[in-house]
């Protein structure tokens, strides 16, 4: 019966820690632009400093992108073919838990017993955290028109650990950038 009851709980614990840890990815992309030609970089700063983010912040992510693109070949330049721009977004998450199993006073059904009867349960948990979206952008330096955007969508924990909070950012980078540059068709000969 103890098993039982640990069940739920563990259950519960390993879809919070997979909230946790897992950063969503949408992006988006001019089909017109070539990716191939885009070689350099430079940050776009009128873009940066509007994102509501601390300053330490903004300095970890945009460490998070230099290594992120530099390991890929990208280099930055003072006449770049592409400007990085950043920006957040917040959001209050409320999740609801309801760990009841259909026990309890009252009336149920199962294929041996009908009728009613008391059990157990737990009630519903409720949590909150705040959920975050990085979107990098990536314009053309020529044109001055967006080519590409990416955003990941997750939770940066609340944490004191400075080494913790750098490896979730330089994680949303990642995950970010992975779909950059985009995989477009290639033509056949």
């Given at each position: 019966?103890?098993?039982?009851?640990l069940i739920p709980?563990?259950?519960?614990?390993l879809?919070?820690?997979?909230?946790?840890?897992?950063?969503?990815?949408v992006s988006?992309?001019?089909?017109q632009?070539?990716?191939n030609?885009?070689?350099?970089y430079?940050?776009?700063?009128?873009?940066?400093?509007k994102?509501?983010?601390?300053d330490l912040d903004?300095?970890?992510?945009?460490?998070?992108?230099e290594?992120?693109?530099?390991?890929?070949?990208?280099?930055?330049?003072?006449?770049?073919?592409?400007?990085?721009s950043?920006?957040?977004?917040?959001?209050e998450?409320?999740d609801v838990?309801?760990?009841?199993f259909?026990?309890g006073?009252?009336?149920?059904?199962?294929?041996?017993?009908?009728?009613?009867?008391?059990?157990w349960?737990?009630?519903?948990n409720?949590?909150?955290?705040?959920?975050?979206?990085?979107?990098?952008?990536?314009?053309?330096?020529?044109?001055k028109?967006?080519?590409?955007?990416g955003?990941?969508?997750?939770?940066?924990?609340?944490?004191k650990?400075?080494?913790?909070?750098?490896?979730?950012?330089?994680?949303?980078?990642?995950?970010?950038?992975?779909e950059?540059p985009?995989?477009?068709?290639?033509?056949?000969n």
């Amino acid at each position: 019966m103890k098993n039982l009851k640990l069940i739920p709980l563990v259950a519960l614990t390993l879809v919070l820690l997979a909230s946790c840890s897992s950063v969503r990815v949408v992006s988006d992309y001019d089909k017109q632009a070539n990716f191939n030609t885009y070689k350099s970089y430079a940050f776009y700063k009128t873009g940066i400093d509007k994102a509501q983010i601390s300053d330490l912040d903004k300095k970890r992510i945009l460490r998070a992108i230099e290594a992120e693109l530099g390991s890929r070949g990208f280099v930055k330049s003072d006449t770049p073919d592409v400007l990085i721009s950043i920006f957040t977004k917040e959001r209050e998450r409320v999740d609801v838990y309801n760990n009841n199993f259909g026990w309890g006073y009252g009336g149920f059904y199962n294929p041996w017993v009908w009728g009613p009867g008391w059990g157990w349960g737990w009630g519903n948990n409720v949590s909150t955290s705040t959920e975050g979206s990085l979107y990098i952008d990536v314009i053309d330096a020529n044109k001055k028109e967006l080519v590409w955007q990416g955003r990941g969508v997750g939770t940066l924990n609340n944490t004191k650990s400075i080494e913790k909070k750098e490896q979730r950012i330089q994680e949303f980078v990642s995950q970010i950038l992975k779909e950059y540059p985009p995989q477009t068709a290639v033509a056949v000969n």
